[in-house]
């Protein structure tokens, strides 16, 4: 279980992802820190210990994002689209 105050949960965390055999992105267990004001090492020993360091920020809750999939199909479908519209075959 996730300490409340966790880099994970950090404004500055960005976790990295990877992309599975269908194509999908998913969120890995990793990612890395934004704020400027910690280094690599402090960044390491923070996810290491499941703690966070003085710059912890709440991150703050957005409007769920689209997934990358989602938009490829969207930006497909648009496509198609306007070819038919200018007769583009």
Known sequence: ??????CRNCRFFKPHY????????????TGHCKNPHVSIMQFRRGIKCNSACRYWQIAVDEAPKE?????????????????????IE
């Open 1 to 6: 279980m996730d300490n409340i105050n966790s």
């Open 18 to 29: 990877a992309e599975n055999d269908d194509g999908e992105m998913y969120i890995l267990k």
């Open 67 to 87: 997934s990358i999939n989602d938009i490829i199909k969207n930006m497909a479908t648009r496509i198609e689209q306007i070819a038919t519209h200018l007769n």
